[in-house]
């Protein structure tokens, strides 16, 4: 058995939740789901009160999901002016820009509720309207949190698109669903340099087929050029505004945003978020998960751009009045002592990253953190992949001091909120497992061919939930049908994550990783068929294959084997430019980080690509390839572990 690090005895004892009150609540929402969330829907403001709680099937071919249909409610309300009379003069964000040395940015509520309002009034100005769809192309700066809410204020849908996502990958968001405004600002700054976000939407704009406006913030003063009649500086369009824009009334199910994420086949695809439960399950995850108490402040070091950075940066923390941190630069920029020096400067008592970060961090050096004041934090979190042991007891006992709570979570854009972690009052945590399922998760471990269940454990298998949760995702934007093939064909009756699990001897969970053909490279999900479809695109290109294969740093690094069209001179020259190629037509974070020439990739005789041997190549594990018998010509695969490019 592996270590376990039991919470504090004080911790425990003052914790929302203690292991057996977890275990108490745990039951009680399994057993009655309806009653469970009635209860704990009352966590929100209601306009009007639900008067029905779950309505959910998992039916292939008739999935349907409804929380607290009849309940009508608006988030920015909930998550702004509900706190205004008890905390309008609280921060309500803290904004870390990327300089150091430039000073932070505390906001209160009651400065919040002026932002947000007097964006929403801009938005309205430029004609958009409920239900509308408004992209932001943002940096990590307070407007993006203000878009968010000024969009969830009127009922627009929002569409964040990670602003290192490059100007084709942000052109076919904002085509996809049909955008009336983009948010931008002029530039980025970040790690000390600047990305040009407008200067990118621009040329996204060239291949923009409907009449989309762009709202531009000013954060560097970059000089840019506006186009007359589709451009408008928020600062300039602010001032004609008033401060005060009441709240639309939204029905629990109408969707609150919209996020494009990779699966291993086709383009991204739109996961919708809807209101009532989404909200609901946000803040109460916030509050268990990271034990947040009233004062606590609370930094989740993720982009925006992700999902986390929407359930744990802005709506979750904000639903709860709460302090929360928002951080433009890099871990590592002046120094690897960056991250610390934050928490140290404001306090910090929650703070939650990937262990990506983690790892990159701790090969620099312990001093770093302990140079540092930490003694603020007093919950950990990871996020975004697996934690290696050794990554997870650096975090524990360098920057925790053996003190802290790591609550590794495992979720995903589809689910919204955590959906198995330890809590931090309530277990042991081992490193490295997920450990059990938040209130109202139902997984199971299934035999991967047979669809069975399997109850008896140890035992190791695919994952699958068994029934909804109140932040489930609905729908796929504008393809029902996709949503139901994606997550409910393979195993009929669930909802399939993707991932493998394990589950050991005490019942604790462990993700094993995707066992679909998509990768993770520093906690950010691709899908393989994405940078494939990137390099056929170049005209030098004839066929690709991608593969994942471990990386020190990133978790998993992207390997490409590359086919040339005929004719065409494999040179070390058009590796760089194909590198460079997938860079632009995705963005840095989709750059292979190794191509192999490969004249011919092992295919069975009706002319499938052997994934499972080029994976084994790329991990430099060529002695087990098991039988390739089946291979319409054997000799490639000799040809190919001959020149593999990681050994
Ligand atoms: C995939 C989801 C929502 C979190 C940010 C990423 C992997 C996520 C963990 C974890 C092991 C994890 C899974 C999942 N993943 N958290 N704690 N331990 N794996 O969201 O981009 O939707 O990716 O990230 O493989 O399916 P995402």
């Given at each position: 058995m592996s270590n376990a690090y039991a919470p504090p005895a004080e911790l425990a004892a003052n914790a929302h939740a203690d292991e057996a009150k977890y275990n108490e609540m745990y039951a009680a929402s399994v057993a009655d789901p309806d009653a469970f969330w009635a209860e704990h829907g009352k966590r929100i403001d209601w306009i009007k009160p639900f008067t029905k709680v779950k309505n959910t099937r998992f039916d292939f071919g008739d999935v349907s999901i409804k929380w607290f249909e009849d309940g009508t409610l608006n988030i920015a309300a909930n998550c702004i002016d509900r706190h205004l009379a008890t905390r309008g003069t609280q921060t309500a964000i803290i904004w870390e820009p990327d300089d150091p040395t430039a000073e932070a940015q505390h906001i209160t509520y009651q400065q919040l509720h002026a932002h947000v309002c007097k964006m929403a009034n801009v938005l309205k100005d430029m004609g958009v309207t409920k239900g509308d769809r408004v992209v932001l192309y943002m940096p990590m700066i307070p407007q993006a949190a203000y878009a968010m809410l000024a969009c969830a204020r009127i009922g627009a849908i929002h569409s964040v698109v990670f602003g290192g996502f490059s100007p084709d990958a942000l052109a076919a968001r904002v085509n996809g669903c049909d955008a009336k405004v983009v948010v931008t600002a002029d530039e980025a700054p970040r790690g000390g340099r600047n990305t040009p976000l407008k200067t990118n939407a621009d040329k996204a704009f060239e291949s923009v087929t409907g009449d989309t406006k762009m709202l531009v913030v000013k954060r560097t003063g970059g000089d840019i050029p506006m186009v007359e009649g589709r451009d408008v500086w928020l600062h300039e369009a602010e001032?004609?505004?008033?401060d005060e824009c009441p709240p639309e009334e939204m029905n629990a199910e109408d969707p609150l945003f919209i996020l494009y994420t990779s699966g291993s086949t086709g383009a991204p695809k739109g996961v919708v978020h809807t209101t009532g439960g989404y909200i609901v399950y946000a803040s109460m995850t916030h509050q268990y998960v990271f034990d947040y108490k009233d004062g606590d402040v609370f930094w989740c070091?993720?982009?925006?751009?992700?999902v986390t950075g929407h359930s744990y940066i802005v709506y979750g923390p904000l639903a709860n009045g709460a302090t929360t941190l928002m951080f433009e630069g890099v871990p590592t920029y002046p120094d690897a002592s960056r991250f610390w020096q934050v928490c140290e400067e404001h306090k910090v008592n929650q703070f939650y990253t990937a262990p990506t970060a983690l790892r990159a961090l701790m090969g620099q050096g312990d001093n770093y953190v302990t140079k540092c004041d930490l003694s603020s934090l007093r919950i950990l979190g990871t996020v975004g992949e697996p934690i290696n042991p050794e990554a997870w007891e650096w975090y524990y006992k360098v920057v925790g001091g053996s003190r802290c709570p790591i609550v590794d979570t495992w979720w995903q854009t589809e689910t919204g909120g955590h959906m198995m972690t330890p809590l931090p009052g309530a277990h042991a945590a081992k490193p490295g497992s997920a450990m059990k399922p938040f209130f109202g998760v139902q997984p199971v471990v299934l035999?991967?061919?047979?669809?069975e269940e399997i109850t008896t454990y140890p035992c190791e298998g695919v994952l699958c939930i068994k029934d909804s949760w109140p932040?489930?995702?609905?729908?796929?934007w504008g393809d029902h049908e996709r949503f139901m093939k994606t997550y409910f064909s393979d195993y009929k009756g669930y909802y399939f994550a993707g991932d493998g699990c394990k589950r050991d001897e005490d019942g604790d969970w462990w993700i094993t990783g995707r066992v679909d053909d998509v990768i993770n490279v520093s906690g950010h999900r691709m899908g393989t068929a994405e940078v494939e479809s990137a390099l056929v695109a170049h005209p030098a290109v004839a066929e690709s294959a991608v593969v994942g294969y471990p990386h020190e740093i990133k978790g998993q690094g992207i390997y490409a084997y590359v086919t040339l069209m005929a004719g065409q001179e494999y040179t070390d020259e058009l590796r760089t430019e194909l590198s460079n190629w997938v860079r632009k037509e995705?963005?840095?974070?989709?750059?292979?980080?190794l191509i192999q020439w490969a004249p011919g990739l092992p295919k069975t005789r009706s002319g499938k690509i052997m994934r499972r041997i080029l994976r084994k190549i790329a991990e430099n594990d060529y002695g087990a390839l098991g039988d390739t018998s089946t291979l319409a010509d054997p000799s490639v695969v000799d040809e190919l572990i001959e020149n593999r490019m990681n050994r």
């Open positions: 001032a004609q505004v008033s070091t993720a982009d925006v751009g992700w035999e991967p061919q047979s669809g932040s489930q995702m609905r729908t796929v995705i963005g840095p974070i989709a750059k292979p980080d």
